[in-house]
């Protein structure tokens, strides 16, 4: 039997008679965009963040394009404005910069960690830096009590990406909680995972959470009456459900992918094969578990040989993407090293105990010169 590397079937069968129950609710309801159910995941959501807002949106680009579209409308960033943000992300971070007419300014992240460097942000600011958007990559929470002092001293506006960390948290606060918003995303196979397309803005900001919601329905507080020229990107009433359950089970699941973090930390011993660094249990809620090794193609191939999915998270950095032409002169060697060496393994809460071990079996075998 081979180890795939996420199933989310698996994940959802074990709820499947409440997933059921609540898509019936929403069936029978016949009310599907913006309901009781979304105004109830919102305010469960935003309870787990320890926040005093959530808005839900149509996806986890969305959540991040809004928080910027919603400082705009605010007067609190103007096109062309800089926002830095580390080089090695998924797309999505850049895409919701760009999107906004402001200027991705990415970094180099801290090479144990792969967040963002706070004396490198440092670095980074000028005159016309207006935010730090920082990623928690592969779940684990990037340093956020050094990143906040560093935007208020400069007054900087802090935007977490927060679409791989649900749940991961510093000193008690959640992700979510620490910047002045926060974009999430329950793309199927995140760690809270809809069974669909969602995600939500979190803040405490009174002012940003009303506008995100006006600019997430078509610039619209009273039907056909348009404050603003807006968006369609509303969570709808079936993922809303889907949700309210998966979040019941949220800590569990980390608790889970936790266990198997462990185990794999442990017994990977061998000198190809890079453990990630964790700074401390609850700050990571491993969404991936990523390895590296200067042999990453080759891991690959053979743990495939040996019935072990992986998958690489990602094999080219924003700037060199054919879609940002005018960034291909950035250099970022330390960020273009990594999306060579990076392999993730499987990692989930329903990878079982002989699919553990034959990860680490097939990673301790990894063998042979190049
Ligand atoms: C998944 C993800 C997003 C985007 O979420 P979608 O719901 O797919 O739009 C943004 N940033 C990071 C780091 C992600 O992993």
Redo the contacts with the bound molecule.
């Keep these: 039997m081979g180890v795939c590397f996420l199933s989310a079937r698996d994940m959802n069968a074990r709820h499947a008679d409440e997933l059921k129950a609540a898509a019936a609710r929403v069936i029978d309801s016949g009310w599907y965009i913006l309901g009781e159910e979304v105004a109830a995941f919102e305010r469960e959501f935003a309870a787990y963040c320890g926040v005093r807002h959530a808005v839900g949106v149509g996806?986890?680009?969305?959540?991040?394009s809004l928080i910027l579209r919603g400082y705009k409308e605010l007067g609190l960033l103007r096109e062309g404005d800089e926002v830095i943000v580390p080089g090695n992300?998924?797309i999505?971070?850049f895409l919701a910069i760009t999107e906004n007419r402001l200027v991705p300014v990415p970094v180099e992240p801290d090479p144990t960690t792969f967040n963002l460097d706070p004396a490198r942000v440092e670095d980074a600011i000028g005159p016309r830096t207006r935010a730090v958007m920082a990623?928690h990559?592969y779940g684990q929470l990037a340093d956020m009590a050094a990143l906040s002092a560093l935007a208020r001293q400069h007054g900087l506006l802090l935007v977490e990406?927060a679409?791989?960390a649900h749940g991961a948290s510093s000193a008690g606060r959640k992700a979510g909680a620490w910047g002045d918003a926060a974009?999430f995303?329950?793309?199927p196979t995140?760690n809270l995972g809809a069974l669909g397309?969602?995600?939500a803005v979190v803040t405490d900001d009174d002012a940003l959470a009303r506008r995100v919601a006006t600019l997430r329905n078509y610039g619209s507080e009273t039907k056909y009456h348009h404050a603003c020229q807006g968006i369609n990107s509303r969570l709808d009433e079936m993922q809303a459900a889907m949700l309210r359950v998966k979040l019941k089970y949220l800590d569990e699941d980390i608790a889970l992918r936790r266990a198997v973090a462990r185990r794999y930390l442990a017994a990977i011993r061998h000198p190809e094969v890079l453990l990630p660094t964790v700074l401390d249990e609850e700050r990571h809620a491993w969404?991936l578990f990523v390895v590296r090794s200067d042999r990453r193609d080759a891991l690959q191939r053979h743990l495939q040989h040996h019935g072990v999915q992986s998958q690489v998270h990602y094999p080219v950095p924003p700037h060199l993407q054919p879609a940002y032409p005018r960034l291909h002169d950035v250099r970022l060697p330390l960020t273009e090293r990594l999306h060579r060496e990076v392999l993730s393994l499987p990692m989930g809460p329903t990878l079982d105990e002989d699919a553990v071990h034959q990860v680490i079996d097939a990673c301790l075998a990894f063998g042979g010169a190049a």
Excluded at 59 to 64: F, K, M, Q, V
């Design positions: 996806n986890g680009l969305d959540a991040l992300t998924f999505a971070s990623v990559l990406d679409a791989q974009g995303s329950f793309f995140k397309d969602g995600g969404h």
